[in-house]
């Protein structure tokens, strides 16, 4: 099944505490990216990977990090996370000609 | 970078009548504007999309369309049911490998039956 796994589905974090959100697609898209939804905002781009070893900054890149070691994983990385940072978290691929973005199921993140 | 304006922000309609929703774009290099459906806790899921060469298109009671001079393309929903209810974002990019996608603050419809 075409799928977009990313985990935690929840979590609660201390103001600090270093925190990874793992993303795997298995669909063999080149692009992967990470939103995150906030009432009243829609969806923000935080960071996107066009292909293994290649990422760049979205719209609201402060605060988090990116890796793309491997063209099925993207993990996002908050290495001080911020209550700022409490929100709701996708991370989505596609393949590059920008066709249908599969998103995750999203990741509930509040930090206290 | 690419700005996406969409309104209205909030929309009610009766079971069997229409909804439109509106998306303006800023990038004339934007060429590819999907539309997603994001029901209440689940994830945003593409339900139409249409390419600037194109004008219209449609799948059923759904239409997009696509006015490239204005920057404006709009979404149009017929003969609305409840389970047309959700969250409905627009979004613009251009596609051919350059992947930054920006997404419209998202539609919230409501069809009361």
């Known amino acids: 099944e075409a799928q977009v796994t990313q985990n935690p589905r929840y979590l609660i974090t201390v103001t600090g505490k270093k925190l990874t959100v793992t993303c795997s697609q298995n669909?063999?898209?080149?692009?992967m990216s990470w939103y995150r939804q906030d009432p009243g905002l829609g969806l923000r781009q935080i960071y996107y990977s066009m292909n293994v070893e290649v990422t760049d900054k979205g719209d609201v890149p402060e605060g988090y990090k990116v890796s793309r070691k491997e063209k099925r994983n993207f993990p996002l990385i908050l290495e001080s996370p911020s209550p700022n940072q409490t929100s709701l978290y996708f991370c989505?691929?596609?393949?590059?000609?920008?066709?249908?973005?599969?998103f995750g199921e999203g990741s509930w993140l509040t930090v206290v | 970078g690419e700005n996406v304006e969409q309104h209205p922000s909030t929309l009610s309609v009766q079971e069997g009548d229409s909804a439109v929703i509106k998306c303006t774009y800023s990038d004339s290099a934007s060429n590819y504007f999907p539309w997603y459906k994001q029901e209440l806790g689940k994830r945003p899921q593409l339900i139409i999309d249409i390419r600037s060469n194109v004008g219209e298109k449609k799948d059923q009671r759904i239409a997009v369309t696509l006015n490239k001079t204005a920057k404006h393309f709009s979404l149009h929903i017929t003969e609305t049911q409840p389970e047309d209810s959700a969250v409905y974002f627009c979004a613009a990019t251009f596609s051919g490998g350059y992947q930054k996608v920006t997404f419209g603050i998202g539609t919230k419809l409501q069809v009361i039956p």
């Open positions: 989505a691929s596609s393949f590059r000609d920008g066709n249908t973005i599969y």
């Open positions: 669909m063999n898209h080149e692009y």
